[in-house]
T-cell receptor, first 115, second 114 residues
Framework: GAGVSQTPSNKVTEKGKYVELRCDPI?????LYWYRQSLGQGPEFLIY????????DSGLPNDRFFAVRPEGSVSTLKIQRTERGDSAVYLC?????????????FGPGTRLTVT | AQSVTQPDIHITVSEGASLELRCNYS??????LFWYVQSPGQGLQLLLK??????LVQGIKGFEAEFKRSQSSFNLRKPSVHWSDAAEYFC????????????FGTGTLLAVQP
């Protein structure tokens, strides 16, 4: 079946602009995660959704970052007033979301470059 | 704070040689442990995972890993490396709880010499 998809694959924007990154999880997965991977680093957790609600947003770096998942499927990560330090690969993952620990399936990522 | 350490940033091995990538975690209780591989332009792919039970776990592509509680380690091994194994490898842990978020190490970049 289809895996996790993310669009766009690449996004170049100017400092100060607003961007939206989209994630389409695997059908039937109720849990959705966003991670950020900076150059030379491992992915860092940003936010976790269980269904429509953000169950844990402790990884969001500041209030310029926001994410939604209005219908419990597709999620959008929104970044306001982008800064050069926001340049990174943004990864989305989904899992079954049932009680216990389940494998997270990752999308290919969106490479964001802020000039 | 909970953390995962991968001491080796970059490793080069010859094709056909054995491989061991190191991973250490910090936490009092036993976490859930994972190894992922990331090839250029590809998403993270799960190689194997350890939840409980047998401390030697087998994964895909001929990889295995051994959980050693006394050393807080979960090292990844492969007896004979293929050129296609060149990629970046990430160790990750999940301490459970309400979020199930993964904490990743900084990765080990593997190069394979012919």
């Amino acid at each position: 079946g289809a895996g996790v998809s993310q669009t766009p694959s690449n996004k170049v924007t100017e400092k100060g602009k607003y961007v939206e990154l989209r994630c389409d999880p695997i059908s039937g997965h109720t849990a959705l995660y966003w991670y950020r991977q900076s150059l030379g680093q491992g992915p860092e957790f940003l936010i976790y959704f269980q269904g429509t609600g953000a169950a844990d947003d402790s990884g969001l770096p500041n209030d310029r970052f926001f994410a939604v998942r209005p219908e419990g499927s597709v999620s959008t990560l929104k970044i306001q007033r982008t800064e050069r330090g926001d340049s990174a690969v943004y990864l989305c993952a989904s899992s079954l979301g049932l009680a216990g620990v389940h494998e997270q399936y990752f999308g290919p990522g969106t490479r964001l470059t802020v000039t | 704070a909970q953390s995962v350490t991968q001491p080796d940033i970059h490793i080069t091995v010859s094709e056909g040689a054995s491989l061991e990538l190191r991973c250490n975690y910090s936490y009092g209780a036993t976490p859930y442990l994972f190894w992922y591989v990331q090839s250029p332009g590809q998403g993270l792919q799960l190689l194997l995972k350890y939840f409980s039970g047998d401390t030697l776990v087998q994964g895909i592509k001929g990889f295995e890993a051994e959980f050693k509680r006394s050393q807080s380690s979960f090292n990844l091994r492969k007896p004979s490396v293929h050129w296609s194994d060149a990629a970046e490898y990430f160790c990750a842990s999940n301490y459970g709880g309400a979020t199930n978020k993964l904490i990743f190490g900084t990765g080990t970049l593997l190069a394979v010499q012919p």
